[in-house]
């Protein structure tokens, strides 16, 4: 246990959602008990399948709170906040299990368990956080990191990693100069390195060296980090580690090179085809779920517009590898909006949208017609949010490597919606494009379900509507 929490916070973080999805199940145990404490005999015929049901129960309530962000690794919040969370997400991981138990009913535990259930269970998750976020946060618990290296590059760790959710998951021993780099970073923070790396690192404690130096010409001891590596110190370059850390790609520390030789951007046929596979199947359930929905937003748009006026609207964006395709969306502005043929950003309280713009818009339902650019091809559930032509081609020659984002497709949901405000600017894009390029670099079939189950948060709450 000692060893694992030291580990990266992914890791952590999925200790965390198994002990919890066990309590979530104890708790059912528990109300089942508590519920029927006058009837033995009744308990005993209803704990003979009990375990399946109270899995069923844990892993749909475990859902909703992921849904709500409770399993992020940077999350930034208040104690009050993360109850309101959890409260949230109880609601919704409680309704969907009533939408279960009607279309399964032999998964049904009985109104009385599932109540005291629900009860019990929010109780221990929100004791056990407490207890499990204190622990995380114990210094002796953090994984010891020394970076070699107290230039301009290596001082971005404390000026960019300030907050304790940035840190929640290592600390930093201290920074080592390398050769006659001008020192960046505070005075305090640096240390002296005494005899053979690995021999010194060991003493420290160290469970990661993380390379940083300004100029790395001839200027790393490689010897010695391979033997650090070889006694089982984790040795990474300062990229890959804002990389882990922050969950962007830290466009000012990256060459080509980093690029081309790092692990991830991986398109190989199968991740593909599993890809393509997962958006139609999930199009197709959300276009079944929600038709209802799209009526109603289409006859709000046709009586707040008047017959003869467009309900559906569609624009130019760049897709995969730089392809122009048609989006289509629910209409939220007046028609005349770009009456000059100039396009704009939108801006908050943008006097070009409609009443119900603005409500379809806030709740995200002016994109559920993308589901049919899905279910063509054109893009996919998870991907950055695809841009038009014109502001492709300014933030193109401006931002460096901006054209990766098209790598992959565009999608409904991304990394960056759920880690940036909407973006509005050309400093927006450059920021976006931090969480976007970590996307394409790492994006697999796990990934893309957390992001869409996130996005629910999204939705519920707003962020980022414009």
Same mark, same amino acid.
């Given at each position: 246990?000692?060893?694992?929490?030291?580990?990266?916070?992914?890791?952590?973080? #999925? &200790?965390? *959602? $198994?002990?919890?999805?066990?309590?979530? /199940?104890?708790?059912?145990?528990?109300?089942? !008990? =508590? %519920?029927?404490?006058?009837?033995?005999?009744?308990?005993?015929?209803?704990?003979?399948?009990?375990?399946?049901?109270? #899995? &069923?129960? *844990? $892993?749909?309530?475990?859902?909703?709170? /992921?849904?709500?962000?409770?399993?992020?690794? !940077? =999350? %930034?919040?208040?104690?009050?906040?993360?109850?309101?969370?959890?409260?949230?997400?109880?609601?919704?991981?409680?309704?969907? &299990?009533?939408?279960?138990?009607?279309?399964?009913?032999? /998964?049904?535990?009985?109104?009385?368990?599932?109540?005291?259930?629900?009860?019990?269970?929010?109780?221990?998750?929100?004791?056990?956080?407490?207890?499990?976020?204190?622990?995380?946060?114990?210094?002796?618990?953090?994984?010891?990191?020394?970076?070699?290296?107290?230039?301009?590059?290596?001082?971005?760790?404390?000026?960019?990693?300030?907050?304790?959710?940035?840190?929640?998951?290592?600390?930093?021993?201290?920074?080592?100069?390398?050769?006659?780099?001008?020192?960046?970073?505070?005075?305090?923070?640096?240390?002296?390195?005494?005899?053979?790396?690995?021999?010194?690192?060991?003493?420290?404690?160290?469970?990661?060296?993380?390379?940083?130096?300004?100029?790395?010409?001839?200027?790393?001891?490689?010897?010695?980090?391979?033997?650090?590596?070889?006694?089982?110190?984790?040795?990474?370059?300062?990229?890959?580690?804002?990389?882990?850390?922050?969950?962007?790609?830290?466009?000012?520390?990256?060459?080509?090179?980093?690029?081309?030789?790092?692990?991830?951007?991986?398109?190989?046929?199968?991740?593909?085809?599993?890809?393509?596979?997962?958006?139609?199947?999930?199009?197709?359930?959300?276009?079944?779920?929600?038709?209802?929905?799209?009526?109603?937003?289409?006859?709000?748009?046709?009586?707040?517009?008047?017959?003869?006026?467009?309900?559906?609207?569609?624009?130019?964006?760049?897709?995969?590898?730089?392809?122009?395709?048609?989006?289509?969306?629910?209409?939220?502005?007046?028609?005349?909006?770009?009456?000059?043929?100039?396009?704009?950003?939108?801006?908050?309280?943008?006097?070009?949208?409609?009443?119900?713009?603005?409500?379809?818009?806030?709740?995200?339902?002016?994109?559920?017609?993308?589901?049919?650019?899905?279910?063509?091809?054109?893009?996919?559930?998870?991907?950055?949010?695809?841009?038009?032509?014109?502001?492709?081609?300014?933030?193109?020659?401006?931002?460096?490597?901006?054209?990766?984002?098209?790598?992959?497709?565009?999608?409904?949901?991304?990394?960056?919606?759920?880690?940036?405000?909407?973006?509005?600017?050309?400093?927006?894009?450059?920021?976006?494009?931090?969480?976007?390029?970590?996307?394409?670099?790492?994006?697999?079939?796990?990934?893309?379900?957390?992001?869409?189950?996130?996005?629910?948060?999204?939705?519920?709450?707003?962020?980022?509507?414009?």
């Amino acid at each position: 246990m000692y060893q694992l929490l030291r580990q990266r916070p992914t890791r952590w973080l #999925l &200790l965390l *959602a $198994l002990l919890e999805v066990v309590l979530l /199940a104890l708790c059912v145990k528990a109300a089942s !008990h =508590l %519920r029927f404490i006058a009837d033995e005999q009744t308990l005993s015929g209803f704990s003979a399948d009990l375990w399946p049901r109270a #899995l &069923l129960f *844990a $892993l749909v309530i475990a859902a909703g709170m /992921a849904s709500l962000g409770l399993y992020q690794t !940077h =999350l %930034r919040e208040t104690w009050f906040g993360l109850i309101a969370r959890q409260a949230v997400g109880f609601v919704l991981g409680g309704i969907a &299990l009533i939408v279960i138990y009607y279309v399964f009913p032999l /998964a049904y535990i009985g109104r009385g368990v599932f109540g005291i259930a629900l009860a019990f269970g929010f109780v221990a998750i929100a004791a056990f956080r407490v207890i499990f976020a204190r622990l995380v946060d114990t210094e002796a618990l953090k994984r010891r990191v020394l970076v070699l290296g107290a230039g301009r590059r290596s001082a971005l760790i404390p000026q960019r990693m300030r907050r304790r959710s940035d840190r929640r998951g290592f600390t930093i021993v201290g920074f080592v100069r390398m050769g006659e780099e001008e020192i960046a970073v505070p005075e305090d923070r640096l240390i002296e390195q005494e005899g053979g790396l690995r021999e010194w690192a060991e003493r420290l404690q160290i469970d990661e060296i993380v390379v940083g130096p300004d100029d790395r010409r001839g200027g790393l001891p490689m010897e010695e980090l391979l033997d650090c590596k070889q006694s089982g110190i984790a040795v990474t370059d300062l990229p890959t580690f804002f990389e882990r850390e922050s969950g962007k790609v830290k466009l000012s520390l990256i060459e080509p090179s980093w690029l081309v030789f790092s692990d991830g951007f991986n398109a190989s046929p199968l991740r593909l085809a599993i890809k393509r596979i997962f958006d139609v199947t999930t199009a197709l359930i959300v276009l079944a779920l929600t038709w209802p929905l799209m009526l109603l937003v289409a006859l709000a748009i046709r009586l707040e517009s008047g017959r003869g006026q467009p309900i559906l609207y569609r624009q130019e964006r760049v897709g995969e590898h730089g392809r122009v395709f048609a989006l289509t969306k629910f209409r939220s502005m007046r028609t005349d909006a770009e009456r000059d043929g100039v396009a704009r950003w939108a801006t908050r309280n943008d006097d070009r949208v409609t009443r119900v713009g603005r409500v379809i818009r806030k709740t995200r339902l002016d994109e559920l017609p993308q589901l049919g650019n899905v279910l063509r091809g054109e893009m996919s559930l998870v991907g950055p949010r695809p841009e038009r032509p014109q502001f492709v081609g300014e933030l193109s020659g401006k931002i460096r490597y901006y054209t990766l984002r098209h790598a992959v497709k565009p999608g409904l949901a991304g990394w960056a919606q759920l880690r940036y405000p909407y973006g509005a600017s050309e400093e927006d894009a450059a920021e976006k494009l931090k969480y976007d390029l970590f996307y394409v670099k790492n994006h697999n079939l796990l990934f893309d379900l957390m992001i869409l189950i996130q996005t629910v948060e999204v939705v519920l709450f707003g962020r980022g509507a414009r």
